[in-house]
């Protein structure tokens, strides 16, 4: 009997020892100081852009699209193995032309979105990340059409909220480290702004903006936005080549709005580090990185 208390005894005072060694070690993990490089890129979109606007015109134009946009990246700061960040913003022209090649019109538009997605625990392929989350987005601007006497401008204006999703593959050409990526963007439901199909740009300027302001999901509105990108690794910046494309549908007030969008994608990618320079680097560093 004596044993036996002796060993209960013992197990205790084990488990208690074990105990306080696991919490003493989750303790230095947790000390650890979490740093989370952002990674930013810059891109100069070129390519084709094509367009029907029939509050302008029923005649599709097309032309050039020039567009340059930044991107960054980074770990969330609430959950950073989990979730990662997202902020985009653009600045695009298009320069397009009717069939006969005889009037142009000119839009330049600006578009901000941010991003939040989670990593998902699924591990197809190795170097294989998925990623699943939604988007909010501003896109603002107009088109404006020289030759037109009533309507000499198109305004633009979308605010949305949707869903995202990303599968990048980080990978070797002989010791070249690549990263190959795919995201989609596509709104759910927004608000948009387009005047009646009789509603003259003249009556807008005067403060008739009866029926312009309107509720936006997939019946009256559909958007997708692909961006392909490969991202070749050549030391502390990578060099980005890509294709994207633009699909937008209206549908409303009498009015329909088609525009595609194809262009080729090149920039540059980099990361960056915030560190305290007076401080150093902390001893104890955990490094959680948002894409490679």
Same mark, same amino acid.
């Given at each position: 009997m004596v044993m036996c208390r002796g060993v209960v005894r013992a197990l205790f005072f084990l488990v208690l020892f074990v105990a306080g060694l696991s919490y003493v070690t989750a303790a230095e993990q947790d000390d650890s100081v979490v740093l989370r490089p952002a990674d930013i890129s810059v891109m100069l979109n070129f390519g084709k852009s094509?367009?029907?606007?029939?509050?302008?015109s029923q005649l599709r134009y097309e032309g050039k699209r020039m567009e340059i946009r930044a991107e960054?990246?980074?770990?969330?700061?609430?959950s950073p193995e989990n979730w990662i960040g997202r902020v985009e913003a653009a600045l695009s022209y298009d320069n397009i032309r009717?069939? /006969?090649?005889?009037?142009?019109?000119?839009?330049?538009? /600006?578009d901000v979105g941010y991003g939040l997605m989670r990593r998902l625990d699924v591990h197809l392929l190795p170097g294989l990340d998925l990623y699943a989350g939604g988007v909010a987005g501003f896109n603002g601007g107009v088109t404006y059409d020289p030759r037109n006497s009533n309507n000499v401008c *198109?305004?633009?204006?979308?605010?949305?909220?949707?869903?995202?999703?990303?599968?990048?593959? *980080?990978?070797?050409?002989?010791?070249?480290?690549?990263? /190959?990526r795919y995201q989609p963007e596509i709104p759910v439901i927004? /608000?948009?702004?387009?005047?009646?199909?009789?509603? *003259?740009?003249?009556?807008?300027?005067?403060?008739?903006?009866?029926?312009?302001?309107?509720f936006g999901w997939w019946k009256n509105r559909f958007d997708i936005d692909n961006l392909l990108t490969v991202d070749l690794h050549f030391g502390a910046a990578s060099l980005?080549?890509?294709?994207?494309?633009?699909?937008?549908?209206?549908?409303e007030n009498n009015i329909s709005v088609r525009h595609t969008v194809h262009s080729f994608v090149f920039g540059i990618a980099w990361e960056a580090l915030r560190v305290n320079l007076r401080k150093g680097m902390p001893d104890k560093v955990k490094m959680i990185q948002a894409l490679y």
């Open positions: 094509g367009n029907i606007d029939t509050y302008l960054f990246l980074r770990a969330a700061k609430f009717n069939p /006969a090649g005889n009037n142009t019109r000119h839009t330049l538009l /600006a *198109s305004p633009q204006i979308y605010l949305n909220l949707g869903i995202t999703g990303m599968v990048a593959y *980080s990978f070797k050409i002989g010791k070249l480290p690549v990263t /190959a927004g /608000a948009f702004y387009l005047p009646d199909y009789d509603q *003259s740009f003249f009556e807008m300027y005067l403060g008739n903006y009866k029926d312009a302001v309107n980005r080549v890509g294709y994207r494309n633009e699909f937008t549908t209206v549908w």
